[in-house]
């Protein structure tokens, strides 16, 4: 069956710059650069890599909180970079974010129903008891119950309020939700029930999920799809059960080969130095500098993007 795209990327670059200091001038970070990729309906696709690889930059892009330099990204067809502000409206109540830090990301000071209540009345035209009786339901449908509604964000515990900010994203119905390192400041004994509740939720309401996350197995059980990045490129991208049984780019097999409970080979791959900067990106392949394969024309040469459905960009596979 054809899948629909929601959202296509196209070529896309972004760059920003940081003040050094009165002495140094200013500095190009290349956050993202060249990425084109399609997110399908209802599907779970995990953005994967090292922090400073681009991945979180490039979800921000997505739902417009990043200007790029140059590209495209189309939402239902519509290039996001051109909306006028009802289109712009409107683009915002179909995509939603639910942030890392559950105990940053809601107001201490508002009661839960006034958290709830917020995105209905700024994007809404909903009575006083549809407003009701919508935020009885979305806390219901995230497990929580309507006496929680009166309390205050510091009474719960770190899982139910990052249940309380999944219920706050689907407020207004959305299409897509990006979800950036969901779980990752939550228990681990509470991770399973927020992964859990997303997977419930995506199947539920065939909602668009984009997961930024550098913990492999919780894209392992939840991604229909995922995406490596490295240095603002994709070096790898595909269906999730295939890449992690057939990984094809060296640094998806460092990556996989340094989670115990994924490594079939149990033989750690440990890369070389650290990730060069942003901002001096190297020749070639943007890899080569810690790649255990490295051959000389990967110094000078940039590879060329590989396959349709498993996606790699390496000289190993021409
Ligand atoms: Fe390694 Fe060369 Fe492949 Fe880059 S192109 S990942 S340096 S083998």
Known sequence: MKKTSLVEIKDLFIEYYTNKGILCGKTIIHAVNGVSLDIFKGEILAIAGESGCGKSTLAKAIIQLEPAKSGKILFEGKNTFILNKSELKDFRRHVQMVFQNPYASLNPK???????????????????????????????????????????????????????????????????????????????????????????????????????????????????????????????????????????????????????????????????????????????????????????KCKECVPEEKGISHRVKCFLYE
């Open 110 to 296: 508002m009661k839960i129903f006034n958290i709830l209540k917020e995105p209905l009345e700024i994007n809404s035209d909903f009575s006083k008891e549809k407003i009701e009786s919508t935020i009885k339901e979305k806390i219901r449908l995230v497990g929580l119950d309507e006496s929680c509604l009166e309390l205050f964000p510091h009474e719960f515990s770190g899982g139910q309020r990052q249940r309380i900010a999944i219920a706050r994203a689907l407020m207004l119905n959305p299409e897509f939700i990006l979800a950036d390192e969901p779980v990752s400041a939550l228990d681990v004994s509470i991770q399973a029930q927020v992964i859990n509740l997303l997977k419930e939720l995506k199947e539920k309401y065939n909602l668009t999920i984009v997961l930024i996350t550098h913990d492999m197995s919780v894209i392992k059980y939840l991604a229909d799809r995922v995406v490596i990045m490295y240095l603002g490129e994709i070096v790898e991208a595909g269906n999730t059960n295939e890449i992690f049984k057939t990984p094809l780019h060296p640094y998806t097999k460092a990556l996989l080969s340094s989670v115990p409970q994924i490594n079939n080979q149990g033989k750690k791959i440990i890369l070389k130095g650290d990730l060069p900067s942003p901002a001096n990106l190297p020749a070639g392949c943007k890899f080569h500098t810690r790649c255990p394969y490295v051959m000389e």
